[in-house]
């Protein structure tokens, strides 16, 4: 168990519908990772939040968007959904010790896009 | 900007043998290099990584990885597998401070009775 909760673990939906997926990073973590894992695109890195505010960007399409709260829980939103975003979408939380950084990473939601 | 490169898609393996899985990169700066394991239906879990010092790196479940900066490599070693290590594979590359993350495309091990 990496302490990295996401919620919900499955979610079903229709093409054109908006989700959002939750994540609270472990005690302490100030940083946030989204990341998408899909049969076609492999794993890739969406977007990262530090303690509030936006750090680094990846391939995160203009339909996404994610913020990181107060107290830290971060949420990605999907909206206008398309079969293609069907994938594993993982985020982690880092720690930083000594000018090094370790992610670790939750359990992932899995989204169907039907 | 970095780029990491799994050979193998899937390799399959019997049971006590040993395995290698082999990750190339592709970097201008210094860089951390790290493994990940995600077992069917699971999340991703950090098997090893190496940030400095020793180029050989062990990691849990009796695995262990070996940096070579001249061959740009870091291929990941077991000398025994067991029928529960069967699952996808991954190895990532971040830079020195531990942003740019990138993984590889995964390599599948399949441990064969």
């Known amino acids: 168990d990496s302490g990295v909760t996401q919620t919900p673990k499955h979610l079903i939906t229709a093409t054109g519908q908006r989700v959002t997926l939750r994540c609270s990073p472990r005690?302490?973590?100030?940083?946030v990772y989204w990341y998408q894992q899909s049969l076609d695109q492999g794993l890739q890195f969406l977007i990262q939040?530090?303690?509030?505010?936006?750090?680094a960007k990846g391939n995160i399409l203009e339909r996404f968007s994610a913020q990181q709260f107060p107290d830290l829980h971060s949420e990605l939103n999907l909206s206008s959904l398309e079969l293609g975003d069907s994938a594993l979408y993982f985020c982690?939380?880092?720690?930083?010790?000594?000018?090094?950084?370790?992610?670790?990473f939750g359990p992932g939601t899995r989204l169907l896009v039907l | 900007a970095q780029s990491v490169t799994q050979l193998d898609s899937q390799v399959p393996v019997f049971e006590e043998a040993p395995v290698e899985l082999r990750c190339n990169y592709s970097?201008?700066?210094?860089?951390?290099l790290f493994w990940y394991v995600q077992y069917p239906n699971q999340g991703l879990q950090l098997l090893l990584k190496?940030?400095?010092?020793?180029?050989l790196v062990k990691g849990i479940n009796g695995f262990e990885a070996e940096f070579n900066k001249s061959q740009t490599s870091f291929h990941l070693r077991k000398p025994s597998v067991h029928i529960s290590d069967t699952a996808e594979y991954f190895c990532?590359?971040?830079?020195?401070?531990?942003?740019?993350?990138?993984f590889g495309p995964g390599t599948r091990l399949s441990v064969l009775p």
């Open positions: 982690a939380s880092s720690v930083v010790l000594g000018g090094q950084e370790t992610q670790y």
């Open positions: 005690s302490g973590d100030l940083s």
């Open positions: 939040y530090y303690n509030g505010e936006e750090r």
């Open positions: 970097s201008s700066v210094s860089v951390y």
């Open positions: 190496y940030l400095s010092g020793s180029t």
């Open positions: 990532a590359v971040s830079d020195a401070y531990g942003q740019n993350f990138v």
